[in-house]
């Protein structure tokens, strides 16, 4: 049971600093890097559809209520995704001591 409660905690705390640095990345103009620290968003956002405002030489996309929501969903999807590898890290580590 502890160590669902370090992965959990190690989760949330990984998660959280993550999307510290994303928004420090972007603010710093690196939207690129940003996107990679918080891979999870795009994954959900990839899947979200975005409605086109401009013409079809020059499309210009316009996010949805549903974009706002992918991003939300994405905070606890880091949530479970690093605190699984945290809880497999300490499996692992206890198995080799």
């Not at 994303?22 to 940003?34: K, Y």
């Amino acid at each position: 049971m502890r160590d669902v409660i370090k992965a959990s905690i190690f989760g949330i705390a990984f998660t959280l600093l993550l999307l510290t640095g994303a928004f420090v990345a972007d603010s710093a103009g690196h939207s690129g890097l940003a996107r990679v620290i918080f891979w999870q968003n795009g994954l959900l956002q990839a899947a979200v559809p975005l409605n086109s405002i401009g013409t079809a030489q020059e499309p210009v996309y316009e996010g949805t209520p549903l974009n706002l929501m992918a991003f939300v969903a994405s905070i606890p999807l880091g949530f479970i995704i690093y605190g699984v590898a945290g809880y497999v890290a300490l499996r692992f580590r206890q198995r080799g001591t």
